[in-house]
């Protein structure tokens, strides 16, 4: 994720070693007292929100020691604050959570009731996000030097924003970000140099923001030093853009025109003030994307590339085989840890493999606490039996531990559980270093959608009712995220008894397809009606007795037949082989599913 500068020009070498030095220092600073600044920020949030109603409903009456607050207030969840923040989003400008005026609703990708949920933020909080984007660059300047010598080719994009009753903005924290004057207005400093000129970032027609983006980033191909989007999907999107729309690209390049498909007049504006004819270089990359081959595309077109940006922890890994393929193995760099409720920390070693990342966080974004927390063997998580009484302070989590991250933020959170697991596997310092292990109960996932095992059971349920009138039933199901699209899309393992004489036509099972989608979250639905982030749902009816064979093979590995369930979602891969070699038919959504901008409850 790129990075964001501070108020300060920077113009001159001296001048951007003495920033880097600073930032180190701070870092050095802030993870060697972490428990002392912990207090210190802990403080600060109580001191500022003293008078808010949250904290006197729990009886705190401005105590701003740790004890107290731990002793009064309790753990929470989204659901827990849905009224104060439904409050909030009508209108109502009581301090409330905050003492601050909300500025804006954050919109997460995780959801509640089925529509996004909604972080309340104070202005106060961009100037916190640009601290932590600031330190980004001093800490990989130290492993790969000179990237001020030329510009990151980053795929940014805005989506959509909604407004709430009250009149606030509801949009996604990096939408927030790039229409801020942090960003918009940032003065020249050479970490920020992008291919990509603000206007093709902002223009809201995805189309035309990732062609603009690409001929930028096509045109400029010798000085880029670094390539990325946020998340490991949305640079192999910009790469399969490439794939389909290069011809036009390199006759743009050759004729130093810009295509009538872009119409945004900013865009083609600020496009056409660096794009001149340059029919050496539209032969080299028709030369390179003629090829069959697209093995190391990135390293042939940008050869000076040092890095790929992008977000791997997580549900992400699963794009790390795409990412080497297309980048002929250069370094996968995941720079930072942050989320819409808050951001957290920094990778102090960015170069090590996707599967080593480690975040440390920094005590002075928010006051962190931590559940101790058990997975079994399927994954789940279970909680401490000790419960939420015996959370931990950031000093105080054990190496080889797993726990739960809770937040108090200064925009009005208080001890909300983020959902995330996170393990303990080092220390900067004093100060611990995270590895990501999964969003808590998250089945599918392809971009930024997060679908648990219940959602999609509902949604299964609801689909199943076509095949009633065929007097055919479910008799078992699962699901795996496949990524070898592009998007990638859903599919659903259905095992289905036809007990009638009627064959089930496949525009009933194209319905279930599209019954699935509708019932599924507003984010999944954004992501396929309008992000176009992830492809057609696809269910794939097996042979009967499948599953069967699926609980024989688990059994094989050592599952007991006694606790065996079958599991809603796979991923092993001999198990995916399994049931593909078992279809007998499949069928696709036949159209994208109803999705509109905002809460459903503000648009009726």
């Not at 000179?146 to 795929?155: I, Q, R, S, T, V």
């Not at 009627?502 to 009606?529: H, K």
Request: include cysteine; charged fraction near 20%.
């Amino acid at each position: 994720m790129p990075e964001a500068p501070d108020n300060g020009v920077t113009t001159t070498d001296y001048a951007l070693t003495d920033k880097n030095k600073k930032a180190l220092e701070f870092i050095e600073d802030v993870t060697s007292r972490p428990d002392q600044v912990q207090q210190q920020i802990l403080t600060e949030i109580l001191t500022q929100n003293a008078t808010v109603e949250y904290l006197h409903r729990h009886g705190l009456s401005g105590h701003t020691d740790r004890e107290t607050f731990k002793k009064l207030v309790p753990v929470v969840t989204y659901e827990d604050l849905h009224n104060d923040i439904t409050r909030i989003a009508n209108g109502d400008k009581s301090a409330i959570l905050s003492s601050h005026p909300i500025s804006e609703f954050l919109t997460s990708s995780g959801t509640s009731g089925g529509e996004r949920k909604l972080m309340p933020t104070i202005d106060a909080e961009l100037g916190r996000r640009s601290l932590l984007y600031s330190l980004l660059m001093p800490v990989m300047n130290q492993f790969v030097p000179g990237l001020d010598k030329g510009k990151g080719m980053y795929f940014l994009f805005i989506k959509s924003e909604a407004k709430t009753p009250g009149g606030l903005l509801a949009r996604p924290v990096l939408t927030s970000y790039y229409k801020s004057t942090h960003f918009k207005e940032r003065p020249y400093d050479p970490y920020t140099n992008y291919t990509s000129p603000n206007e093709t970032i902002l223009c809201p027609d995805s189309y035309q923001s990732m062609y603009s983006q690409m001929l930028c980033g096509l045109y400029l191909n010798k000085e880029v030093l670094r390539v990325g989007a946020v998340f490991a999907s949305g640079f192999i999107r910009a790469i399969r853009f490439l794939e389909k729309h290069w011809s036009l690209l390199s006759r743009d390049i050759r004729t130093g025109s810009l295509n009538p498909v872009v119409t945004d007049p900013s865009v083609r504006e600020s496009v056409m003030k660096m794009l001149k004819p340059d029919p050496n270089l539209a032969d080299f990359i028709e030369l390179e994307c003629s090829k069959k081959s697209w093995q190391g595309i990135i390293t042939r077109l940008w050869p000076n590339t040092k890095y790929v940006d992008v977000i791997v922890t997580g549900s992400m890994a699963q794009y790390i085989p795409t990412l080497d393929y297309y980048s002929n193995g250069l370094p996968l760099v995941c720079t930072m840890y942050a989320s819409s409720e808050c951001y957290f920390g920094v990778n102090l070693n960015p170069l090590c493999s996707p599967s080593e990342v480690a975040y440390t966080i920094i005590p002075t974004m928010a006051y962190f606490e931590f559940l101790l927390v058990h997975r079994t063997a399927n994954g789940a998580t279970i909680e401490s039996e000790k419960g939420n009484s015996q959370l931990v302070d950031l000093a105080d989590v054990k190496l080889g531990q797993e726990y739960e991250l809770v937040v108090t933020t200064y925009a009005g959170l208080y001890r909300y559980r983020v959902g995330d697991i996170l393990k303990v596997v080092g220390f900067k310092n004093k100060a611990p270093q995270f590895s990501f292990i999964c969003r808590k109960n998250v089945a599918l996932s392809i971009d930024s959608d997060k679908t648990d095992e219940v959602e999609l059971h509902k949604a299964v349920e609801n689909a199943v009712n076509h095949l009633v009138p065929f007097s055919a039933t479910l008799t078992e199901y699962t699901s795996y995220a496949d990524t070898t699209t592009i998007p990638g899309h859903y599919v659903i393992f259905w095992e289905v008894n036809e007990n009638g004489s009627t064959p089930i036509p496949a525009w009933v099972f194209e319905d279930c397809c599209l019954t699935i989608e509708e019932s599924l979250n507003s984010v999944y639905r954004q992501g396929r009606a309008s992000d176009k982030s992830i492809g057609a749902l696809e269910i794939k009816v097996v042979e009967n007795g499948t599953f069967d064979k699926l609980m024989d093979f688990a059994i094989s590995l050592g599952a007991s037949i006694n606790q065996y369930k079958t599991p809603r979602c796979v991923k092993y891969k001999p198990i995916v082989e399994l049931l593909n070699a078992k279809v007998v038919s499949s069928y696709f959504s036949p159209k994208c599913p109803k999705w509109f901008p905002g809460h459903k409850q503000w648009t009726g």
